[in-house]
Nanobody, 121 residues
Framework: QVQLVESGGGLVQAGGSLRLSCAASGSILSINIMGWYRQAPGKQRELVARMTGSITNYADSVKGRFTISRDNAKNTVYLQMNSLKHEDTGVYYC????????????????WGQGTQVTVSS
């Protein structure tokens, strides 16, 4: 099985920065897609940023402020969040998709447990 461990959430003032990390562990052969989603209270979970291989895409609301990156050797994805706004508040979830496991066919998707980001205005 695969485990995702997220870290880096917390409380920050508007205009501040946070860096989220998500490390995947297990019998992983490869991961094609790594990304971050968030869910604000009373709202649906939404895509924040995603990397398919080396190709990145971002939600319009975070373009120019957030940067996603990955370290394939460590099966880790990062989200650098700058110029944070109150509306960035929510639980941030890491997702890995199109993951291949050693010795198994098929591709798999996993979610992290979520990390709370709170931006005070």
């Amino acid at each position: 099985q695969v485990q995702l461990v997220e870290s880096g959430g917390g409380l920050v003032q508007a205009g501040g920065s946070l860096r989220l990390s998500c490390a995947a562990s297990g019998s992983i052969l490869s991961i094609n897609i790594m990304g971050w989603y968030r869910q604000a209270p009373g709202k649906q979970r939404e895509l924040v940023a995603r990397m398919t291989g080396s190709i990145t895409n971002y939600a319009d609301s975070v373009k120019g402020r957030f940067t996603i990156s990955r370290d394939n050797a460590k099966n880790t994805v990062y989200l650098q969040m700058n110029s944070l706004k109150h509306e960035d508040t929510g639980v941030y979830y890491c997702n890995v998709d199109a993951l291949r496991l050693v010795g198994l066919g098929g591709q798999y998707s996993y979610w992290g447990q979520g990390t709370q980001v709170t931006v005070s205005s």
